[in-house]
């Protein structure tokens, strides 16, 4: 069955430094992954997509790679700050399908 | 900013009851979807509707669930006899169909207790 896998639960890193978060796929060839922010009790709020055919996005302190050889997505945060504290979801499509969501990874931004 | 709303934030009831989620989508968006999460689990994916009708059902969505296009502006999940296992967050989305696989916009979601 088709499978995001978020494998780390949780990362602590200290204020300023740069956040990497790993997803990965398998039985699975996604055209979009995309990255949320969930904080405790809310939705997801959406934060970047990109597609297959696309190396890299950013946006302000975020950016997101896309790697269909090793099946595999890397979410960035530089000058990470405490504010940034919070679960991040990884999600894919092929489109037209509903997203399929990863556990998440809950960061946690030390001062 | 629009915003997916959903009513109500607390439901609590017992075990064999009906309960009705509300969700108001974003006005100009056609895609609608419920997503549930088990506390300390993933957000699932529960059904998706188009065009007046389900597009697509997990395995998840069994006869109990039930989701309707009221009116013009209301989107409903009906469980009709909760169980425990029903006890979950229930998030309702809605999307843009014209920006493509953009614009996912969630609602802060139904804390659903079945006791």
């Known amino acids: 069955s088709q499978k995001i896998e978020q494998n780390s639960e949780a990362l602590n890193i200290q204020e300023g430094k740069t956040a990497t978060l790993t997803c990965n796929y398998t039985?699975?060839?996604?055209?979009?992954l995309q990255w949320y922010r969930q904080d405790p009790g809310r939705g997801p709020v959406f934060l970047l997509l990109?597609?297959?055919?696309?190396k890299e996005k950013r946006k302000e302190r975020l950016k997101v790679t896309f790697d269909t050889t090793l099946k595999q997505s890397l979410f960035h945060i530089t000058a990470s700050q405490p504010a940034d504290s919070a679960t991040y979801l990884c999600?894919?499509?092929?489109?037209?399908?509903?997203?399929?969501f990863g556990k998440g990874t809950r960061l946690s931004v030390i001062a | 900013e629009p915003e997916v709303t959903q009513t109500p934030s607390h439901q609590v009831t017992q075990m064999g009851q009906e309960v009705i989620l509300r969700c108001v989508p974003i006005?100009?968006?056609?895609?609608f979807y419920w997503y549930r999460q088990i506390l300390g689990q993933k957000v699932e994916f529960l059904v998706s509707?188009?065009?007046?009708?389900?597009?697509?059902k997990s395995e998840i969505f069994d006869d109990q669930f039930s989701v309707e296009r009221p009116d013009g502006s209301n989107f409903t999940l009906k469980i009709r006899s909760t169980k425990l296992e029903d006890s979950a967050m229930y998030f309702c989305?809605?999307?843009?169909?014209?920006?493509?696989?953009?614009?996912?916009?969630f609602g802060s979601g139904t804390r659903l207790t079945v006791v």
């Open positions: 509707f188009y065009n007046n009708e389900i597009s697509e």
């Open positions: 999600a894919a499509t092929m489109g037209n399908t509903p997203l399929v």
């Open positions: 990109i597609r297959e055919n696309e």
């Open positions: 006005s100009n968006h056609l895609y």
């Open positions: 039985n699975y060839s996604p055209a979009y």
């Open positions: 989305a809605s999307r843009d169909a014209n920006r493509g696989p953009y614009g996912y916009t």
